[in-house]
């Protein structure tokens, strides 16, 4: 088994992966500012404050760190933050493991929204990044990687939206349709990129067991419409859908540049990742609503 470091492993998704390593059999250690277990460890990037003696002998690192891209409005120190929690960590990981003689894998969390706004075209990893505001976020995350590729196989893990009942988006989206208050957004045509918080744990722990090629991968089950998604979703809630659309023009009043996040969309082929032998247990967005509701 490998002694695995997460940085920034403390959020949900690092406590998530951590409990799967875990009982795997795997050594973690979580990189943290606020240490509350025994294997966390303090760390501070932006001090380059780090016990080099604990970590210089891993063999994995993850890297989870990343203010929430849809936590807040898009004011100009907001977006500082969303790259400086990126960029900057990525960079001092890279300081820290550059001489590694043991490191074999570093692992990053990315966002799925680094290609071009298309709601027709279907990317692939070989595609180009996107000129707006969240490609160029990412382009400049997975690449402040690039001094690790020397050092050992490196990996981006373009995430798309987690569903899970009690986080993140699908919260956010559920909560009103409980309420009877649901409705499509924007035209409701744009597409919809997801993935099953079960299926992206396990995409990880297929990496760290399998090795495939370096490189990014897509972490996305099937590709549907916002207006698709929604009613799907009500259906799992027995809920019905009875107001109007949102019209794109009030989200983007309400969230300024953010309302991209909801307003628009790319299609992505998650076909390189399955053909390393990883296989989804939710594949289908009706599969996943259903586990993750109708059994609770």
């Not at 990412?138 to 009690?166: F, N």
Request: hydrophobic content about 40%.
């Amino acid at each position: 088994m490998s002694k695995i470091v997460i940085a920034g492993g403390t959020g949900f998704l690092g406590g998530l992966l951590e409990s799967a390593l875990l009982k795997a059999g795997h050594e973690v250690v979580i990189l943290t500012r606020q240490p509350r277990a025994s294997n966390h460890l303090y760390w501070n990037p932006s001090t380059t404050q780090v016990d080099l003696q604990a970590i210089l002998d891993a063999e994995v690192v993850v890297n989870l760190c990343g203010s929430g891209i849809a936590e807040k409005r898009w004011t100009a120190s907001r977006k500082k933050e969303l790259y400086t929690s990126r960029i900057e960590t990525t960079q001092f990981l890279c300081d820290i493991f550059d001489q590694s003689k043991t490191l074999r894998q570093y692992i990053s969390a990315s966002g799925i929204n680094c290609y071009p706004i298309s709601s027709s075209r279907v990317y692939t990893e070989n595609d180009p990044y996107g000129e707006d505001f969240v490609s160029q976020l990412v382009q400049k995350w997975e690449g402040a990687s690039d001094p690790l590729q020397s050092v050992c196989s490196v990996y981006h893990m373009r995430i798309s939206m987690v569903l899970h009942p009690t986080f993140g988006a699908l919260k956010k989206m559920s909560t009103p349709i409980k309420l009877g208050l649901g409705s499509v957004l924007g035209s409701g045509q744009q597409p919809m990129t997801w993935i099953h918080h079960e299926d992206l744990v396990q995409s990880f722990l297929h990496i760290i067991a399998n090795r495939p090629a370096s490189g990014s991968y897509n972490l996305t089950g099937e590709v549907v419409t916002n207006q698709t998604f929604t009613h799907q979703l009500a259906k799992v809630l027995k809920r019905p859908i009875l107001l109007p659309k949102v019209p794109g023009f009030v989200l983007k009043l309400v969230l300024g540049s953010m309302s991209q996040l909801l307003l628009t969309g790319i299609k992505a082929d998650p076909n390189k990742l399955i053909e390393t032998g990883f296989s989804y247990r939710f594949p289908t967005l009706e599969e996943a609503l259903n586990n993750l509701y109708e059994s609770k």
